[in-house]
């Protein structure tokens, strides 16, 4: 079983236009969260592993549990009042 944590990191990325959130595991870049659309409606892009061999295997409630953190921390950081 893997026991790898995620990483949840915030960031600002030149594709997007609002900050986004990365999720991480180990040294590999999981999945991308942006709300440049509606903040309500997020967008998630899963990325592959090296050489398009993606064979991920994590246990599902501890990536929804990142995925969870992601969102409420997407939330925050792209509604707060300057």
């Known amino acids: ?14 594709d997007y236009e609002k900050n ?3 999720i991480i595991v180990g040294a590999g870049h999981v ?3 942006n709300c440049d659309n509606n903040a ?3 967008e998630i ?7 398009d061999k993606a064979v991920w295997t994590f ?3 501890d990536f929804l549990e990142a ?3 992601a969102l409420i921390k997407l939330k925050e950081i792209n ?4």
Not at 3 to 9: C, Y
Not at 45 to 51: G, L, P
């Open 1 to 14: 079983m893997n026991k790898e944590k995620f990483i949840i990191e915030s960031s600002s990325d030149l």
């Open 20 to 22: 986004v959130i990365n």
């Open 31 to 33: 999945a991308t969260i």
């Open 40 to 42: 309500d409606k997020p």
């Open 45 to 51: 892009k899963i990325f592959e592993r090296f050489n």
């Open 59 to 61: 246990d599902c409630l």
């Open 67 to 69: 995925l969870n953190k």
């Open 79 to 82: 509604t707060k009042v300057d």
